[in-house]
């Protein structure tokens, strides 16, 4: 019987879900990893994380979609039979000044977000509840606290998110459930490389290591020491190489 224990990684077809979907694999966790739209780069992730050891399986849902969110955990448990870690990461933007914003570029944006990550969590703690153990991560993001210009959809859903952690971990502390959110940083991804291209220098200046960005295997590992951590429960952690 193999007793490895499982994570499940929305969104882990490629940038910041791809490294920590890795990261758990090198820490000895099998992983379910997620994917909406991008099979061949989920694939790949599969790849990555059968390189270093571990199980995986390819599962796809939209995650604003609640019913394909259940159809997604029924078969992670089929495939697993337990699960140990949920990772909501999963996410999109499409910025607009608020003035300009439309109904769709809003909705959209908070379903993905903040809805996918209710989802996803709602579905999860059955499983979660089995063991009377494990932990659940929310992707949030330090425009959460401060806002952010042109993106206040996504600074609003990520706001969300730490509210549903926060609540998450009083409901569900009891049943030995550990809920936590992470600040990741800036890490140049798909969605925001054009953004990176256009500022980079500017971005640069506020990092107070000359320069350096956060790096993203780093904040992979990081991601599992807080999965791991067994007596915390309802904190917001910062990933990130700038005084906010």
């Known amino acids: 019987m193999n007793n490895r224990p499982i994570a499940l990684v929305t969104g882990a077809s490629r940038g910041l879900g791809r490294e920590i979907a890795s990261a758990f694999a090198r820490e000895g966790y099998d992983v379910a990893i997620h994917y909406n739209t991008q099979l061949d780069e989920a694939k790949a992730t599969a790849k990555i994380v059968e390189a270093a050891g571990a199980r995986a399986f390819v599962v796809k849902a939209d995650v604003s979609k609640s019913s394909q969110v ?69 992707m949030s993001s330090y425009a959460a606290p401060r806002g952010a210009r042109g993106a206040a959809n996504y600074a609003a859903a990520k706001a969300g998110v730490i509210a549903l952690m926060k609540s998450l971990a009083l409901e569900e502390g009891p049943n030995g459930i550990r809920a936590n959110a992470i600040l990741p940083g800036f890490h140049v991804t798909d969605i925001n490389r054009e953004y990176w291209e256009k500022f980079e220098a500017k971005i640069r200046e506020q990092h107070l290591l000359g320069g350096r960005m956060p790096d993203r295997e780093e904040l992979g590992r990081f991601v599992v020491g807080v999965a791991k951590l067994q007596s915390v429960t309802g904190q917001v952690f910062p990933f990130e190489s700038r005084i906010w």
Do not use: Q
């Open 70 to 138: 259940n159809a997604m955990m029924k078969a992670v448990d089929k495939h697993f039979g337990r699960l140990d870690v949920l990772v909501n990461n999963a996410g999109l933007v499409k910025n607009r000044p608020i003035a300009r914003m439309t109904d769709e570029e809003w909705s959209d944006v908070v379903a993905g977000n903040l809805d996918g990550s209710f989802y996803c969590t709602r579905a999860a703690l059955p499983l979660l509840r089995k063991r009377r153990d494990g932990a659940i991560l929310f």
